[in-house]
């Protein structure tokens, strides 16, 4: 059964740095890319990144500067890291999986719920 | 980036109307298009794919059209269950980019 757990603080201070973790099961991430999704509360969805099955990256233009995901194969986890955080940082932050070779995301996790405040 | 506007923000119908919500992308985008349905408090599920494709396990009162930059997704004999806020996403080109949502409710 495929599933996918993000893991992080729930409140992180202005200025610092993001840290989640994305620990994946019922697949590995060296079969599937995994992307990373973050939801502003009571708002739409926006893209932020993904890590290829192969391991390469690619980020959201808007964001690049700041961020940075990676992964550990042998635990079969991704990670995101986000620095320079501000209170439109607040959100949701998903992990999901993608479809064989497709920007199709077919599985997501829980969610990691993170205030951005001071 | 491809821009994806979802219409209507809100709609609410009663259990058994057929509903329908539309997505328009600000170029073609060839049938890149996938519909996610979000609970509230819960994460997006995938619903459709290449626009028409019901992904594994969805209802069949669900369905998708559409081609080039206009598409929609039906939902026959709405289900209490399929109170939700639903968005569209384009992969056909990055940067992948997602409509604002619909937030559909029961009348």
């Known amino acids: 059964q495929v599933r996918l757990k993000e893991s992080g603080p729930r409140l992180v201070q202005p200025s610092q740095t993001l840290s989640v973790t994305c620990t994946v099961s019922g697949f590995s991430v060296t079969s599937y890319h995994v992307s990373w999704v973050r939801q502003p509360p009571g708002k739409g969805l926006e893209w932020v990144g993904a890590?290829?099955?192969?391991?390469?990256?690619d980020y959201n233009s808007a964001l690049k500067s700041r961020l940075s995901i990676s992964r550990d194969t042998s635990k079969n986890q991704v990670f995101l890291k986000m620095n320079s955080l501000q209170t439109d940082d607040t959100g949701t932050y998903y992990c999901?999986?993608?479809?064989?070779?497709?920007?199709?995301?077919?599985?997501w996790g829980q969610g990691a719920s993170v205030t951005v405040s001071s | 980036d491809i821009q994806m506007t979802q219409s209507p923000a809100s709609l609410s119908a009663s259990l058994g109307e057929t509903v329908t919500i539309e997505c328009r992308a600000s170029e073609d985008i060839y049938n890149g298009l996938a519909w996610y349905q979000q609970k509230p408090g819960k994460s997006p599920q995938l619903l459709i794919y290449n626009a028409n494709s019901l992904h594994t396990g969805v209802p069949s009162r669900f369905s998708g059209s559409g081609s080039g930059t206009q598409y929609s997704l039906k939902i026959n004999s709405l289900q209490s269950e399929d109170v939700a806020s639903y968005f569209c996403?384009?992969?056909?080109?990055?940067?992948?980019?997602f409509g604002g949502g619909t937030k559909l409710e029961l009348k």
């Open positions: 890590i290829w099955k192969g391991g390469s990256t």
């Open positions: 996403q384009q992969y056909y080109d990055y940067l992948w980019t």
């Open positions: 999901a999986k993608h479809q064989l070779g497709a920007g199709v995301m077919d599985a």
